[in-house]
């Protein structure tokens, strides 16, 4: 999900007087007892969508902006897209405009390009039945917005603007925003029925703007889980990121609470059942996952990071004499964990490599920091050496406070380590060795095993010892290890 930002000073029009400032200032205004007040509100809308609105109006057709532009301008916040709904049917919207792309022609949908710039507009309609719980197996063009409202997911998600009708809002979308509930349109069976996605989607717009769900909704998706079987591994991990990456990535529990996890994620559930009785930890494994997520760094890799550390700790749990629980060896069970289930997620290689390697070094520097163990990390982490900060912050915050202070501490010394490696230039890796793989092939060190065995002895060396990174001194080294073998 795109990160969007607070619109300053937005600028509504209500009851003739000009106000102001965010959604959330105007509540005492908008959510007046007079429900005709929404009628007077002015949404602000980009130039280029205006000018398709009039197009298509001066031919003759009905057209809004809808979904979620209107309920994101209604928040005060800036729309990422602009979507258009219309009576006009496809033909007809691509016989308006001179460039147009057939985006899905079948569902009704033509994207209008103006400049670089593309806007989806839709036929209004209704859906058919939806065999496989993803997609309906047709669609039908009505001539009726109220139809096509209808057949949307949530009623924040169901309102519709122009600025000559004003707010067109048929379910009550409007008082779930000044509630702050997440309520389908209709009967929420029936919406989780049709797309059973829409039962993540709930949850994570709960989880971006801090919405409670309806217990109708709430009861559906307990109901309904096991159909999200049914929905693709990228379209659930969407859903999944979206939520991760939100003010509120705790709202996991809710997924798990409802039967969600149990599905896509049955690891996380494994971990909910797996006790943490030891005086560093406070929470079961996977209350401590989620923990560690909300008190982290609002980013994809180290959120990922966070939900998966600890992931393999069920499979390797002991329990002494004492009750005391014990994980010996649970950071690569993780990581191997990890490389299963992100796969499975359909992420991409780069993403998985990255989280693999912090989950597996992520209960490194516990102990005294030294410069050699900051540049060791360094040549293990590469650049992410800052996430890995950021996830061992968040490991710590998310544990007990026995020792908190003493493992912060111990912490900020390896990151103060960390920018004077830097600032010193000091290498942590072969590339910035002072020699190659040419400089030993000149003393006869032929190219295969043999050489890269000895470039890497040479780094651990320069690791634990910078100054004899030059290119003389580590020819001698490298001749040595050739006549000692």
């Avoid at 990255?354 to 650049?383: G, I, Q």
């Avoid at 793989?437 to 060190?445: D, F, M, Q, S, Y």
């Avoid at 000895?454 to 060396?461: A, D, R, T």
Wanted: charged content about 30%.
């Amino acid at each position: 999900m795109h990160s969007r930002t607070q619109a300053p000073g937005k600028k509504y029009v209500i009851y003739g007087r000009e106000i102001r400032g965010t959604y959330r200032d105007l509540r005492p205004f908008c959510f007046a007892d007079t429900p005709a007040l929404w009628q007077y509100m002015k949404i602000e809308i980009p130039e280029k969508v205006n000018r398709i609105l009039d197009k298509l109006s001066e031919a003759g057709f009905e057209a809004y902006v809808v979904g979620g532009c209107v309920r994101d301008s209604l928040l005060g916040i800036v729309p990422n897209d602009w979507d258009i709904t219309t009576n006009a049917l496809p033909m007809q919207v691509k016989e308006l405009f001179r460039r147009t792309v057939d985006t899905g022609l079948q569902h009704g949908t033509v994207t209008v390009m103006i400049g670089d710039d593309g806007y989806e507009i839709t036929t209004y309609r209704t859906d058919g039945n939806y065999t496989d719980g993803r997609h309906p197996d047709n669609v039908t063009f009505v001539p009726d917005l109220k139809e096509d409202l209808a057949r949307r997911d949530f009623t924040i998600n169901a309102m519709a603007y122009n600025d000559r009708d004003g707010l067109v809002d048929l379910f009550g979308g409007t008082e779930d925003l000044k509630n702050g509930i997440i309520r389908c349109v209709g009967k929420a069976d029936e919406r989780f029925t049709e797309d059973a996605l829409r039962m993540m989607r709930a949850i994570r717009f709960s989880a971006r703007f801090g919405f409670a769900m309806d217990k109708e909704v709430r009861d559906s998706i307990t109901k309904l889980s096991p159909t999200l079987s049914r929905v693709s591994a990228e379209r659930i991990t969407s859903e999944f990121l979206g939520l991760l990456t939100s003010d509120h990535p705790e709202m996991i529990k809710d997924m798990y609470e409802t039967g969600l996890t149990a599905v896509f994620f049955p690891e996380f559930d494994e971990a909910v059942k797996t006790p943490q009785n030891h005086p560093h930890h406070c929470f079961n494994v996977g209350d401590h996952l989620v923990e560690s997520v909300r008190v982290s760094k609002n980013d994809r890799i180290v959120r990922l990071t966070m939900i998966l550390h600890d992931i393999g700790k069920p499979g390797t749990l002991k329990i002494d004499e004492e009750g005391i629980t014990h994980f010996h060896g649970h950071p690569g069970l993780s990581a191997d964990m990890a490389d299963e289930i992100l796969k499975r997620w359909k992420l991409d290689n780069d993403t998985i490599r990255r989280v693999c390697r912090l989950v597996r070094y992520h209960d490194h520097a516990n102990s005294e920091c030294t410069p050699a163990k900051v540049r060791r990390a360094v040549s293990v982490l590469e650049d992410d050496v800052p996430l890995f900060f950021e996830v061992k912050r968040a490991d710590i915050l998310a544990q007990s406070d026995y020792l908190r202070n003493e493992k912060l501490q111990i912490l900020a010394d390896y990151m103060a380590a960390y920018e004077d490696v830097i600032a010193r230039k000091e290498c942590c890796s072969l590339k910035s060795l002072a020699i190659s793989g040419a400089e030993l092939k000149e003393i006869g060190i032929k190219p295969g095993p043999d050489m890269g065995r000895i470039l890497k002895s040479l780094l651990e060396m320069v690791i634990e010892d910078p100054a004899i990174n030059e290119k003389g001194r580590l020819l001698e080294l490298a001749g040595t290890m050739t006549e000692n073998e």
